[in-house]
């Protein structure tokens, strides 16, 4: 039996870049905390949790001072930087250089419409870490929206400038920002001219779908290997089960039915981009067990 690991797979470099500085600080000997999970995936963060680093949430960060704290890739909103300021923490930032850019791009983009009553539009996950790290550009005033419902409470008789989550769905950007175009000529004669459209959904995420597909359909079976809270994890495993019916998620090699892989050729094995490359290799020996 053929099996095979998807060149594509594994880390973006925004969470090669976190892990990287992470465990720079650790093989120092710093005792190091990350202010969530570092990445959406349970086993490499049990991997760093054995090397020293312990995951904090945000109540838990006032109470370190002159302890070094990591900023993961997501990034955060100015809030956690004042708070880390004011209880003494040392913050160590490893926030992805793409998401701090947007972070910069959405706190001028509200600057320039907060005098105009205009607004902010975020596509991205409510609750999101990167997504809270966006809307503390514009002081939570920015309208964050899931789905086409979410856009009703815009005012589309005033300027809109919208954004992406980095991680989000093209397809999904275009049909929202194709629907307030629409309500905001109807709202009024020149309405669709007072929307900016930013293209900010990361180029490690956006040819990730096209290129799953085409790697999920030259295989009798494919593992999706994910956390299952990771929604780009989701996003693409639905994107693997939409070429080939024959596509399964799991999160470790434990995980794994025997079943599967009965009387086929050729196994394909692909990931999110939270999902380490050591575990796809490892899911990869244990299928070349079973067979
Ligand atoms: S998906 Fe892109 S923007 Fe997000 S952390 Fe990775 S490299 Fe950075």
Redesign the pocket.
């Known amino acids: 039996m053929i099996v095979e690991i998807d060149p594509n797979a594994g880390f973006?470099?925004?969470?090669v870049n976190a892990i990287k500085t992470a465990e720079d600080y650790l093989s120092r000997g710093i005792e190091l905390c990350c202010l969530g999970e570092i990445v959406h995936n349970e086993m490499e963060n049990q991997r760093l949790q054995v090397k020293g680093m312990n995951t904090i949430n945000h109540e838990q960060l006032s109470n370190l001072a002159n302890k070094h704290v990591l900023i993961r890739?997501?990034g955060e909103p100015p809030s956690t930087y004042e708070q880390a300021l004011k209880h003494g923490v040392k913050l160590i930032d490893a926030t992805?250089?793409?998401?701090l850019k947007l972070q910069e791009r959405v706190r001028k983009a509200w600057e320039r419409l907060s005098p105009l009553g205009g607004t902010v539009v975020i596509y991205g996950k409510k609750g999101h870490a990167?997504v809270i790290g966006l809307c503390g550009q514009t002081n939570n005033q920015a309208i964050v929206v899931e789905d086409l419902q979410d856009i009703e409470g815009i005012d589309f008789s005033k300027p809109i400038e919208m954004f992406s989550q980095?991680?989000k769905e093209p397809e999904m950007y275009r049909k929202i920002v194709d629907e307030i175009r629409k309500r905001m000529a109807l709202a009024k004669p020149d309405g669709a001219t007072m929307l900016k459209v930013n293209n900010t959904i990361?180029?490690?995420?956006s040819n990730r779908k096209p290129q799953v597909q085409e790697f999920a359909k030259k295989y009798d079976v494919v593992i999706f290997v994910s956390g299952a809270n990771s929604s780009n994890g989701k996003m693409l495993f639905l994107a693997c089960k939409e070429v080939n019916p024959m596509s399964y998620m799991v999160s470790q090699a434990g995980e794994l039915n025997p079943e599967w892989f009965a009387g086929i050729q050729s196994v394909g094995i692909s990931g999110a981009?939270s999902t380490p490359m050591w575990l796809m290799q490892e899911v990869a020996t244990a299928i070349k067990q079973l067979a």
């Open positions: 973006c470099f925004g969470v890739a997501h992805c250089p793409v998401v990167e980095t991680t990361c180029g490690q995420v981009t």
